[in-house]
């Protein structure tokens, strides 16, 4: 153990997750020796533009927009890559562990995707890569799953993991907005980027479950596996009903390790209003998470922003710090060492609420029924609603049926007359 | 680092919490050295009846009775203390950790007095004393507070860390039970002990609160620094009453860190029905923080039980295990590093709910509106409920005002013979 020993850190970009790191470290300047045992500077800064972030920094002499400054700088043991992106970020870390420093990144899109070279090479070096900021901002998560909850087989996560969409979701809610006025409001607040998709769509969330459902059942899963399903189709009609059911509808992510295989998928959902995770509201994230010695957990905090990513991002530089002083560091690495099959999204099995506007006449009931029927779908609950043009609104709720059976009725009520239109078809939890 | 290397591990008690060790272990037998890269057995327990525990385990003649048996034996590196209480266990753990042994404790009246000397010790011996389970069962609390989110001035730290008050408050709230049938309930249910004192008085929770404190702030405090109340003159009464306002009743810990000092109480608490915590129903357990990165943040789960309790004993044992592994244990000891003051209680501000039996006639609204004005508490709120027996029941709201002030005001309403009784003074988050 070195005493008083001083960590060289370098940070790679200085945008909002950047400044937050670095405002943190100052924030905590005075404390860290006593913390960790040991001075933490920010030597290097890599930016693109010099003069800009001159603006944001005490010494303009720690910046640099040359990356081999401090890939080749050896007293640096720590660089932190919260630029983002893929490249050249993937190939930054990379080179800098193989150079023998440890890494911190709050880049869930790589982390989605090349988690495993990475971890590779953090092995290979026995370095620490650290990545707490990639999923759920604030939020501890990743170290919570790897050590306090690793006594347990976890056999679910349950994760609102986004929080754009859990804005609109909440604003659609408890406002009755409609998806494109709730959208508006959230990209005017800056919850939502001038591009949207990632979010809206579930690609985010998607990513995010990949780097959970991999921690939490010990086998690699990337993005590729998970499917996603966004939230534009929603409508304040469908919450409406929901409500009256007792429901919420929350993008939720859903990883499950079951005996055919790990189910990981990102898609709206019911919710009883009663579930912890419904009153998850506005751009709060939360994970639950169920395992067999714990029961039920939930981790629930800021899932984004400057500070609070910052957060995660610095108690990662801590832990590799105290790692540092102990000699200890690639003391967790990776920890995905089953092969587990990802299970087919068409042989998961969910309830279904299903919305869908029918020709107000004798027999149709009768006749949906047995097309549901024929296809081994057990309809649990059937409610009419209000008429519109001629047609009659009608809410059917399933048991648990296998989604190519669901799949093979809708494709039948597609192809009938009778069925106007199917504008909801939502799972249940 | 050793491969393959076998860790030993004695348990001290087989109990409840002990009984949930030895099958979590079993349960993860087969995962453990992929985990932690060693294996673990289970090479001594320490019982009482040895006839009895004889019954619980695979292998009797790992029991034995004599405590010297496992300090004498060099091959045992971790001492799991689950035996509760304060003697012996205090001086086996001390003995341990002299020896030279890690220790993990779910003993959270022992962490709450003795924390102190325990760390000197482990300090010393440069060994692991950890302590996950001794506040909020299987929720990850204790690891995330020293690790994760260690980037943060934490100011604020409220539990519900008493799953059996809070069981009954649920049950005073959902079904309008008085507190008396609810404890029967929680007791016939087995969520209360015979003698409920330690948990309707708000020791348990106490001790709890004195731990995290000690940890968020960084600063040592005890179970006699902090103030606790009950929640045994809690009415149904008050529960509707705070329901109307859009509150709910719970037993609430409080740990702030104020420029004054830190404050650190457990009592019955009014908080709005739309915060996180109040939720948090029947057994299960929470702990917000608030920390100047990562804003609010919330750990929810089952905060006893054999199992949960067992969940966070052996990730300690992982955590040791791997520390083990890398030679690096005591990398995180004593994080008490401050020697912060200890605010009085009657300097403490909040807001309260009073409930009071008038005469009703007037000018008494006039004279008991004075009495608070000269005490310098200012009323946010009256409401004059229904009469009882030519009583009138007065709910007043006050601002934040400061315990020595209101005390006073309490004291002249009771030489007055206009208020016939206050049965309620509850504070107000």
């Known amino acids: 153990m070195n005493e008083a020993k001083k960590i060289n850190i370098a940070l790679l970009g200085l945008g909002t997750v950047g400044t937050g790191v670095y405002k943190v470290l100052k924030m905590q300047e005075e404390e860290i020796p006593r913390k960790v045992g040991a001075e933490l500077a920010v030597k290097k ?39 983002g992106g893929m490249e050249p970020a993937r190939t930054y870390m990379m080179e800098a562990l193989a150079a023998g420093k440890n890494v911190v990144t709050a880049n869930k899109d790589l982390m989605a995707e090349s988690g495993r070279e990475l971890f590779d090479m953090a092995e290979q070096s026995q370095k620490d890569l650290l990545f707490e900021a990639a999923v759920a901002g604030g939020i501890p998560i990743i170290s919570p799953l790897k050590q306090s909850l690793a006594g347990n087989h976890l056999t679910e996560i349950i994760g609102i993991v ?55 059942f010990n086998s690699r899963v990337t993005f590729r596996d998970v499917y996603t399903e966004g939230i534009t ?12 059911m007792g429901c919420d509808i929350k993008l939720l992510g859903v990883a499950r390790n079951t005996q ?11 919710i009883p209003s009663t579930h912890p995770l419904a009153s998850v509201n506005d751009s709060f994230n939360a994970v639950f998470v169920h395992g067999d010695a714990v029961d039920d957990a939930m981790f629930y905090g800021r899932g984004a922003g400057e500070m609070p990513t910052a957060s995660a991002v610095v108690g990662d530089i801590f832990e590799i710090a105290r790692n540092i002083r102990f000699g200890c560091n690639g003391r967790i690495s990776c ?27 004798y027999g149709v009931l009768a006749s949906i029924a047995s097309v549901f029927g024929n296809n081994c779908v057990s309809i649990a609950r059937i409610v009419q609603k209000e008429k519109k043009n001629d047609a009659a609104e009608l809410v059917v709720i399933t048991d648990k049926v296998r989604e190519r059976h669901l799949n093979d009725s809708l494709t039948i009520f597609k192809g009938m007359s009778m069925v106007k239109e199917i504008p909801a078809v939502i799972r249940v939890y």
Chains 1, 2 share one sequence.
């Open 45 to 83: 800064i890599l930016v693109r533009d010099l003069k800009k972030a001159a603006l944001k920094v005490d010494d303009p002499s720690v910046l640099t927009n040359d990356w081999k400054e401090i890939l080749d700088d050896e007293s640096i043991e720590i660089v932190v890559e919260v630029m």
């Open 162 to 216: 986004n929080g754009t969409t859990n804005f609109i979701l909440t604003k659609m809610t408890s406002e009755g907005m409609e998806f494109n006025e709730a959208l508006s409001l959230a990209t005017e607040l800056g919850y939502a980027e001038a591009d949207p998709t990632a979010d809206v769509e579930g690609l985010d969330a998607g990513r995010k479950m990949a780097i959970m459902a991999s921690i939490a």
């Open 233 to 244: 189709r929603i409508t304040a009609t469908d919450i409406r009903y929901a409500k009256e």
């Open 260 to 270: 055919e295989g790990i189910e990981v998928r990102v898609h709206p959902m019911l």
């Open 335 to 361: 920890t995905c060492y089953k092969e587990l099959p990802i299970k087919k999204m068409e042989e998961i099995e969910s309830r279904y609420f299903i919305r869908m506007q029918v020709e107000d006449r």
